[in-house]
């Protein structure tokens, strides 16, 4: 006989970290997605420099947590694989959710939408399905996800600034695939979009992130 996938919900508990404190004088909310291998308090290192008087940062945590190897010591994380995607992106989805109705914060903040590598597909996928009003979105070295449209994002209209930032020598990301990847987020957006090279491989540019605001 062959075997049978079941599937039940349940609650679930799961931590994210912040930089900073929401002040009166805060200028700038980030809600900033890690990549592949990542925990959102190391994260927030990158993050640092910025004005800690006028930018908070929110780094939510993937919850598919494992030992890198090939030491096993160290913990990273994962938003996503090709098992069950769109379940699992649902539960992202609704993590996120959670995330932001605890943070209740105004809307009268510049909101920055920032994702890094495999964080760039659930940083879209939430703007796109949440219709998440923002003034910056930001895809680090990440892939833009297939199923996404224009239609997703007509909703921002010429209020949201989009920049695609990747390093040249990026092992993940050849010429061509940069190539295909500039093509699609000009088609998605149309306007408002900067495309950001730098010298580097598969690394956050802290220089390029302090110069977006």
Not at 13 to 37: A, D, P, R
Not at 67 to 75: D, L
Request: charged fraction near 25%.
């Amino acid at each position: 006989m062959n075997p049978t996938e079941r599937e039940i919900s349940y609650q679930t508990t799961n931590s994210y970290s912040t930089l900073n404190q929401f002040t009166e004088s805060t200028k700038n909310i980030w809600f900033v997605c890690h990549g592949m291998g990542y925990l959102s308090q190391y994260f927030l290192k990158y993050f640092k420099d910025l004005n800690p008087e006028e930018n908070y940062i929110i780094a939510p945590q993937a919850q598919s947590k494992y030992y890198i190897p090939p030491a096993f010591k160290h913990v990273g994380a994962s938003w996503l694989t090709k098992e069950n995607t769109l379940k699992e992106t649902d539960n992202v989805m609704r993590y996120f959710d959670a995330v932001l109705d605890a943070e209740q914060l105004p809307k009268d903040k510049n909101l920055i939408v920032f994702g890094y590598s495999q964080g760039v597909s659930v940083a879209m996928r939430y703007v796109a399905r949440r219709k998440l009003m923002c003034s910056q979105m930001v895809l680090h070295s990440g892939g833009i996800p297939k199923e996404l449209i224009a239609d997703d994002f007509n909703f921002l209209k010429d209020q949201c600034k989009v920049s695609l930032i990747y390093g040249t020598e990026d092992e993940y990301l050849n010429a061509e695939r940069m190539q295909s990847e500039t093509k699609r987020v000009h088609g998605l957006f149309d306007r408002n979009v900067s495309i950001i090279p730098f010298d580097g491989k598969h690394i956050v540019n802290v220089e390029l992130i302090n110069g977006l605001v």
